[in-house]
């Protein structure tokens, strides 16, 4: 549905301007970079600038403002179609219109001024013809909300019942923060007692399995697994802006806060770092429980007699939930 895990980095932005009023001022190009420089207090050397974290930190600065938004507007040649606004930090997107006047996709930009860069997603854009679309993790109301204008037929197949055993540990979030807190040698070793043999298929994150072929975000078309006891780590969040981006395209309160609180999905109910907004929250549980199915999948449990061990707290559907404790108190 969407392309949220692309990067910018702020010295990009400075080429790109180049690149603008390359194109715009021609053979006044020299004389014109360095009046830019001097208006933005930035560094000009083999006439190129030097746009660093200070300058765009600056929310007063609207002449850079101006002109970067204008060069991720114009670039057609960069990736930078894109809207910057003028306060650091600032997450927002834009509805834009094709040649044709027709809403098209959506330009959406979050600002990292501390790691100098600049996250984006593009809405991508379903074509106006009829499509059948398959999907074990589909959620009618996204779909309504993200084709909008558009007759929409749901279908929904009854889960079938897998061959093999889910088995799910839901005692710890085991967010990235979390696991880095705890240690992940300490949680595999635990995850090993648990197993009761040495762990050889793991679903992580992928600063964790930096030499797997498979982790989370990586997780789909992959049978290495098939048939096999897996175990799979962690919960798959993604970092707030990326959702926030999404709702604000689809019309909800992308400024709605995370916070713990206890809430439910299709399934259970339960205590979980979410939206107090609906909209979002099933937005949030639509990306985390597509991660996680696909993550579960590699294994195939409806054709093979394996297991699956999951350690985190979004409880998934079919899953023998087991809340016994399973880290020593002395990590703590």
Same mark, same amino acid.
């Given at each position: ?14 080429? #790109? ?117 398959? #999907? ?40 990235? #923060? ?80 995370? #916070? ?73």
């Amino acid at each position: 549905m969407t392309d949220c895990d692309a990067t910018i980095n702020l010295y990009d932005v400075s080429s #790109s301007l180049q690149a603008f009023i390359r194109v715009k001022d021609g053979k006044n190009y020299a004389r014109k970079i360095k009046q830019v420089g001097n208006k933005l207090n930035v560094a000009v050397e083999d006439n190129l600038l030097r746009i660093h974290r200070k300058v765009y930190a600056d929310c007063e600065n609207e002449d850079f403002t101006a002109m970067t938004s204008n060069i991720l507007v114009n670039a057609e040649d960069s990736s930078f179609f894109y809207v910057i606004e003028k306060n650091a930090g600032y997450t927002g997107c834009k509805r834009e219109k094709n040649q044709n006047n027709n809403t098209s996709a959506v330009r959406g930009i979050h600002v990292d001024v501390q790691n100098e860069r600049i996250d984006y997603f593009k809405a991508k854009v379903i074509p106006g013809v009829k499509m059948t679309i398959v #999907s074990a993790t589909l959620n009618e109301e996204l779909y309504k909300r993200f084709c909008k204008g558009r007759e929409i037929h749901m279908l929904e197949v009854p889960a079938a019942e897998y061959r093999g055993r889910l088995i799910q540990y839901t005692t710890h979030s085991m967010s990235r #923060s979390n696991m880095q807190e705890i240690g992940y040698d300490q949680i595999r070793k635990c995850v090993e007692d648990i197993v009761r043999e040495p762990v050889k298929n793991v679903i992580t994150f992928k600063m964790y399995t930096a030499n797997a072929g498979i982790y989370y975000g990586k997780t789909e078309g992959y049978n290495e697994y098939k048939g096999k006891d897996l175990v799979v780590i962690g919960t798959p969040h993604n970092v707030p802006f990326v959702y926030r981006l999404i709702g604000a395209y689809l019309g909800y309160d992308a400024e709605d806060k995370l #916070s713990v609180q206890f809430t439910e999905n299709r399934y259970y109910s339960f205590k979980f770092m979410t939206f107090k907004d609906e909209n979002m929250r099933n937005l949030q549980f639509y990306f985390i429980e597509s991660e996680l199915e696909q993550a579960i999948g590699r294994a195939r449990l409806l054709r093979y007699d394996c297991s699956v061990y999951l350690f985190l707290n979004f409880p998934c559907r079919q899953a023998n939930i087991i809340q016994d404790e399973y880290l020593p108190d002395n990590i703590f």
